[in-house]
């Protein structure tokens, strides 16, 4: 730019030089001629009079190599001539300066002389006496004259020149300057040409939509990370050639690296399955795998992401599936054991009810077959009942009045039914405390306490005693049952919960029960939302308590 | 122009990358068949091999077409340079690992594996591919490095071992020929090892431009 003005402004300069200095050249030169003619008329008219006055003698005095003085008669023959002689002379009244003095009294006229460098400026005059003078005088042409004068004119152009030249610079580094100088981190606060004004404004607009969308782009970005960062989930994206172009702390968790430092993938993972899934969703494909170590399992969901039909990268999400998958493990755990604790009772009432069958039994061994039949058949019922009620429990979809229970009441319930069974053992059940509400199930709660005292009984040595404590304080209710049994050895504590778990798998055959107890009380527990705790010593007895919260369910 | 070359590296690293886990699962396979007799991991061996086989093949010519196309200088020439090498020690590596999985058969290992350490022999092996390949795959001139000194400790597990079987001869061992098949298989173990060894070699030469030997 700066550049460009400095040319223009020159090339200006130099026109507006060149033509001034022809007008100029032109004006002067027509100013001369119109001198040298008044010259000339003023010469004629003191020459004529001296003619007059003198006679033809005066001008052969006159000897000027530059002005030619002739006189001629009215009918054009030369008379005398200063320069030539009169009678070589041919006639000279078809000249026009002569023909227009002979009209007019006087005339000039112009002739270029044989050489062209000159010309011949002629004028003529009428005397008194008829004849016509007429004064000639050459001087030169427009070219020679400037010709002549091209030293000075040369050195005023280049003045001229040197100082446009040194003045242009000066004008287009003082226009260039504030265009430099221009704020454009803020085009709309510069004060300089107003021809920029709308331009100015338009930058302005255009930064102001710049900076929204950036911000929009990195709030986005913000949002996506903070989203993936709290994500439970492993989170990755890769392009084609197996690069990654984004992760989450999870997805480094799940793979078991500390940091990626390389860009590529298989440097992460490169076992097999994990490269065969890479090549089947880069092939288009969604696909899960699950991969099992020896803690956790992870389940990969990689599924492939398209442009334009063409697959350009995946994304591939990493669960843990851990929990999900010992859930799995638990519950075929719990139906092999069903089967196993339905198959055995089944399998000795089939073999009594075979004995029986073929007839020849004595009518005292029918009774005692009987009577086991009758047991185990109990066995069975109970332990069905016992099933039902924990998937009962298990399924959360079954839903059960809830009410106000007091489970002080409901404690000496309990204690009444298993007053006989007590008794057998001379176990003495003793219900402490007083009223304590809670809102809850009866039946669950029944099933409960019933559960706790039942094991209480069962697992207590003769003579011993079962204190059933009931308090409550600050709407919290508090239920212990503590008995003098035989107690849980510390290793087993927790698992004494698990569904058909027994610490003493002979004894627990003669003792009875289903191995549900327990479980049931754990999700009866849960269910309202109440604290389970065990303490427990061998030999010295078991406490467990149950801690309803105040605003329970 | 550059930016395409860079992504035919890529994909030649990632070839790489996947021809090194197959030499990895290449020999797992053939531990597996010699430990446990699982007639799959015989098969899937064998299966690896030819994979192997193949994936060389098909490296070869990327970097064919690579050094002619690009004609590539100095780290990128040294890994093209290095990958050619690379991949004739796996392929030797997958080799091997079929031979093993083949000489298994009749090996049985059950009673002299209580005297023979050929399974700790084993473990040190694909303890050296893994991280032979790890160092490629990672570029790390560390794990490179702990490769090479590892070669040492299975040259002294194969000098037991060898030692044991003498032993055993001996001792009139009846089993003559698992004996043989068995000192056999430690050699090709010492064998992937000096070839896991040189792959090792080869990462620290793409990356530091400086060869063991040289």
């Known amino acids: 730019m700066h550049k460009k003005i400095f040319r223009s402004s020159v090339l200006i300069t130099l026109f507006i030089l060149i033509t001034s200095v022809a007008l100029i050249m032109g004006i002067l030169y027509d100013y001369f001629e119109s001198q040298l003619i008044n010259e000339l008329k003023r010469e004629a008219g003191y020459i004529s009079i001296a003619i007059e006055n003198e006679g033809l003698d005066y001008?052969?005095?006159?000897?000027?190599?530059?002005?030619?003085?002739?006189?001629?008669?009215?009918?054009?023959?030369?008379?005398?001539?200063?320069?030539?002689d009169a009678e070589s002379l041919e006639n000279h009244g078809s000249r026009e300066e002569v023909k227009l003095a002979i009209q007019n009294g006087s005339g000039t006229s112009l002739r270029y002389s044989n050489t062209l460098t000159e010309r011949i400026v002629y004028y003529a005059v009428k005397m008194e006496d008829g004849n016509i003078l007429r004064i000639s005088t050459r001087y030169h042409t427009v070219i020679i004259v400037l010709l002549g004068l091209i030293q000075p004119i040369a050195f005023v152009v280049l003045i001229a020149l040197l100082i446009s030249l040194w003045l242009c610079h000066r004008v287009s580094v003082k226009l260039i300057e504030p265009i430099n100088a221009l704020d454009l981190e803020h085009p709309e606060n510069n004060e300089i040409y107003d021809e920029l004004t709308p331009l100015l404004k338009k930058i302005a607009n255009q930064r102001k939509t710049i900076d929204k969308q950036l911000k929009d782009a990195i709030k986005m970005q913000e949002e996506f990370k903070l989203i993936t960062e709290n994500m439970n989930e492993g989170f990755l994206v890769i392009d084609k050639e197996m690069r990654i172009l984004t992760y989450n702390s999870s997805a480094m968790k799940f793979l078991d690296i500390s940091e990626i430092g390389s860009e590529n993938i298989l440097s992460v993972n490169r076992s097999k399955e994990f490269r065969k899934m890479l090549e089947r969703v880069l092939s288009g494909e969604?696909?899960?795998?699950?991969?099992?170590?020896?803690?956790?399992?992870?389940?990969f969901i990689a599924n492939p992401v398209f442009a334009e039909d063409q697959v350009i990268g995946a994304v591939i999400v990493i669960l843990d599936v851990t929990e999900s998958v010992n859930r799995e493990k638990l519950r075929r755990e719990f139906t092999s054991n069903v089967s196993h604790e339905l198959k055995t009772p089944l399998t000795s009432i089939s073999g009594f009810a075979e004995i029986m069958k073929n007839g020849d039994t004595p009518d005292e061994m029918v009774v005692d077959f009987s009577s086991a039949i009758y047991d185990e058949a109990q066995r069975l019922i109970s332990l069905v009942a016992d099933i039902m009620q924990i998937s009962e429990l298990d399924e959360k979809s079954v839903v059960y009045e809830k009410e106000t229970v007091d489970l002080y009441v409901l404690s000496l319930e309990i204690a009444e039914r298993l007053h006989s069974e007590a008794d057998?053992?001379?176990?003495?059940?003793?219900v402490i405390g007083d009223t304590a509400e809670v809102i809850g199930v009866r039946k669950i709660l029944d099933e409960m306490i019933y559960n706790l005292c039942d094991n209480a009984v069962k697992y207590n040595k003769n003579n011993g005693v079962v204190d059933i404590i009931v308090n409550s304080s600050d709407g919290k209710v508090k239920l212990i049952v503590r008995d003098t049994g035989i107690g849980?050895?510390?290793?087993?504590?927790?698992?004494?919960?698990e569904r058909f778990y027994r610490v003493d798998k002979a004894r627990s055959k003669a003792i009875g029960g289903t191995g549900l107890g327990l479980a049931i009380v754990k999700h009866g527990a849960m269910y309202h939302n109440a604290e389970i705790r065990l303490e427990s010593k061998e030999n010295e007895g078991t406490s467990v308590s149950i801690s309803f919260q105040g605003d329970a369910v | 122009m550059r930016n395409r070359f860079d992504e035919q590296?890529?994909?030649?690293?990632?070839?790489?990358?996947?021809?090194?886990?197959?030499?990895?699962?290449?020999?797992?396979?053939?531990?597996?068949?010699?430990?446990?007799?699982?007639?799959?991991m015989r098969e899937n061996a064998i299966d690896a091999e030819k994979k192997i086989d193949r994936k060389e093949r098909e490296i070869e010519s990327h970097c064919m077409k690579l050094l002619m196309h690009q004609q590539p200088v100095a780290t990128d020439f040294r890994l093209i340079a290095s990958a050619l090498k690379m991949i004739s020690d796996m392929e030797r590596i997958g080799d091997q690992a079929e031979d093993i999985?083949?000489?298994?058969?009749?090996?049985?290992?059950?009673?002299?594996?209580?005297?023979?350490?050929?399974?700790?022999?084993?473990?040190?092996?694909?303890?050296?591919?893994?991280?032979s390949i790890d160092s490629f795959v990672k570029k790390d001139l560390d794990i490179a490095y702990s490769v090479i000194t590892m070669d040492d400790t299975v040259d002294e597990i194969f000098l037991k071992v060898k030692k044991e079987l003498i032993e055993a001869v001996q001792n009139g061992h009846d089993d003559a020929e698992s004996l043989i098949d068995i000192l056999m298989i430690a050699k090709y173990f010492e064998r992937i090892g000096d070839h896991a060894e040189n792959i090792a070699e080869w990462v620290i030469y793409s990356i530091t431009g400086k060869h063991k030997t040289t």
């Open chain 2, 101 to 131: 999985a083949e000489i298994s058969e009749y090996v049985h290992l059950s009673d002299l594996s209580s005297r023979v350490h050929i399974t700790d022999m084993a473990e040190a092996v694909i303890h050296m591919v893994n991280n």
């Open chain 1, 59 to 84: 001008l052969s005095g006159i000897n000027d190599k530059n002005e030619r003085i002739t006189l001629i008669a009215p009918d054009g023959t030369v008379i005398a001539d200063t320069v030539a």
């Open chain 1, 286 to 299: 969604r696909y899960e795998s699950e991969t099992e170590a020896e803690e956790s399992c992870c389940r």
């Open chain 2, 9 to 40: 590296l890529l994909q030649l690293n990632n070839e790489l990358i996947r021809m090194g886990a197959l030499c990895e699962e290449a020999i797992a396979y053939a531990v597996k068949y010699l430990t446990d007799r699982d007639a799959e």
């Open chain 1, 488 to 497: 849980i050895p510390l290793s087993q504590q927790d698992r004494v919960f």
């Open chain 1, 424 to 430: 057998k053992k001379n176990v003495k059940i003793n």
